[in-house]
């Protein structure tokens, strides 16, 4: 089975959940935003993130891939176009003000095209907020030395996180957004333990505001490049 063949399929309705959850992600989202913009939500699920942005009285366009997802999405007022985003973004050059990419690249093939697809449709002043789980996160480095799994990773479809194909640090961000005409301009972390290992809770938390490179989840804000 192929990843758009599964993603198609597959129930996220737990994982972006899961993500939404994530302590001060809807905060910071609504934060960098703002009010009265037009904003882009790509891999939006059944709209969790994107009807708050729609709530502060933004232009609010999601885009998925999962029909039950679509469904659920519309049921709750967003404006959703169903496609593989691998192929193409369906909207005009420079419409949105922002351009919100929430746990999609992971799942990407080319990532690259994608985010020039991304650009292609901000205006020239516009801004890309990218997030996605840190491969590099103190969580990852401590379980590496326990000799345990990397998070968000997983050996097969069904296996925790076995739906990415890619993973990211802060550097490797960095880079593709170059790559894609993106410089970035502000890159911050989040905090996330679920489950078990509670006991790194503290050091987490401590380590996702003094040193983004080191959280479980990633915020980038960019913009193209010579703006």
């Not at 003094?210 to 490049?225: E, H, K, Q, Y």
Request: one cysteine or more; glycine letters at 10%; charged letters at 25%.
């Amino acid at each position: 089975m192929r990843i758009a063949e599964y993603l198609a399929k597959v129930d996220g309705l737990y994982e972006e959940q899961r993500l939404a959850a994530i302590p001060g992600r809807r905060e910071l989202l609504s934060s960098i935003v703002g009010k009265g913009r037009s904003v882009l939500d790509i891999g939006c699920g059944t709209g969790l993130l994107a009807c708050e942005l729609l709530r502060a009285n933004n232009e609010v366009w999601g885009v998925e891939i999962n029909t039950g997802a679509v469904e659920q999405a519309r049921a709750r007022g967003l404006r959703v176009k169903q496609a593989d985003v691998e192929e193409g973004l369906p909207f005009e050059d420079e419409y949105f003000d922002f351009v919100h990419v929430g746990a999609v690249l992971e799942s990407l093939y080319d990532t690259r095209h994608f985010l020039e697809e991304c650009r292609r449709v901000l205006k020239r002043d516009g801004h890309l907020v990218v997030s996605t789980w840190n491969l590099n996160s103190l969580r990852n480095r401590l379980r590496v030395l326990r000799g345990r799994y990397l998070t968000e990773l997983g050996a097969y479809p069904e296996d925790h996180g076995g739906g990415h194909l890619r993973v990211f640090n802060l550097e490797k961000l960095k880079e593709l957004c170059a790559e894609a005409g993106f410089e970035v301009q502000i890159a911050q972390g989040l905090p996330y333990l679920h489950g078990h290992d509670r006991w790194l809770d503290r050091p987490v938390q401590w380590a996702a505001r003094i040193a983004p490179g080191l959280a479980p989840w990633l915020v980038v804000t960019a913009s193209p490049r010579g703006v």
